[in-house]
């Protein structure tokens, strides 16, 4: 008699399978097509998408909203900026965040219940914005490419996921092993804990890579020297001009803000498309750390 290969399925576990597949299908669709949406949108002309037949193709195929966000010149010098934020801020904030996490996954050091607990404190009550800004103020740092680098940079919410995750990978053995060998606290950082974590360090970095890359708040209340600003306070500055030369012209001639109205819809979704993308390209270099990283910081510790 020949053997079967393959494990018999029984129609219960059938079922649960089709529904499952059905549902994780059905939720991708969900969350994926207004991102399909905005994407055609973009090369799409207004008047179809403003009628609602734009649904899954293009229609009447036009770079009318990317033409109109380039134009701006000072779109490249928000890119420049912003890289520069996103760059040192990330390096930075993995750095920080990294060492605290550490000193704080270390049963020896003294007080770090206390610290700890200071650092959630800050999650849930802070100084407002008035206290923030005459800080800032005080510290020279006002219209200062330092201030946007460091903004962002730390948060507490990083340092407990790395502290978790280093206090449940690293074991007091491993250390006391590499203190035989007479390798101290710094080595032991940067030639041990380090190469060992590279999940946490891709997850981390992601996460505020992302932050720094979608901020313009702290530009928009700290930076007066336009030559500064950061991709995102460009880029709300375009759709700001938009909507503004749409109802100075709404008073004049009716029609041509109507066509101007439809432009603006299509601008949006290219500023959408155009402040996403690049963050978006550098997902599937980390995608492999990063759900061994999230789930191994918050479950462990």
């Not at 991709?231 to 001009?241: H, V």
């Amino acid at each position: 008699m020949k053997k079967r290969s393959k494990m018999q399925v029984s129609w219960d576990d059938r079922v649960f399978d089709i529904v499952t597949w059905a549902f994780l299908l059905f939720f991708i669709v969900i969350v994926m097509y207004p991102l399909y949406f905005v994407v055609i949108a973009s090369f799409s002309d207004p008047m179809y998408v403003n009628n609602g037949q734009l649904v899954f193709l293009p229609k009447g195929i036009t770079l009318m909203g990317y033409r109109r966000v380039f134009m701006d010149k000072r779109i490249l010098s928000g890119y420049l900026n912003t890289l520069i934020y996103t760059g040192c801020g990330t390096v930075f904030g993995v750095c920080v965040t990294m060492l605290a996490g550490y000193s704080l996954s270390r049963k020896d050091l003294p007080g770090r219940n206390i610290i700890m607990m200071l650092f959630v404190f800050t999650m849930y009550f802070s100084g407002g914005m008035i206290p923030m800004y005459l800080v800032v103020k005080s510290l020279n740092l006002v219209n200062t490419r330092l201030l946007m680098v460091l903004l962002g940079s730390v948060s507490v919410y990083n340092i407990i996921i790395t502290r978790s995750f280093l206090a449940g990978n690293m074991s007091d053995d491993l250390l006391d092993a590499a203190r035989i060998d007479g390798c101290g606290n710094a080595r032991f950082f940067v030639s041990i804990v380090l190469p060992l974590s590279k999940a946490i360090v891709a997850v981390i970095a992601l996460y505020i890579a992302v932050v720094h890359w979608n901020s313009y708040f702290n530009a928009m209340i700290f930076m007066t020297d336009e030559g500064k600003y950061p991709l995102q306070l460009y880029l709300r500055e375009i759709l700001l001009s938009a909507t503004t030369t749409i109802n100075t012209t709404t008073e004049t001639d009716p029609e041509a803000a109507m066509r101007l109205q439809q432009m603006g819809q299509v601008i949006k979704y290219g500023v959408i498309v155009v402040s996403t993308v690049p963050i978006i390209c550098v997902y599937p270099f980390v995608q492999k750390y990063f759900v061994k990283g999230v789930m191994i910081g918050s479950v462990k510790g």
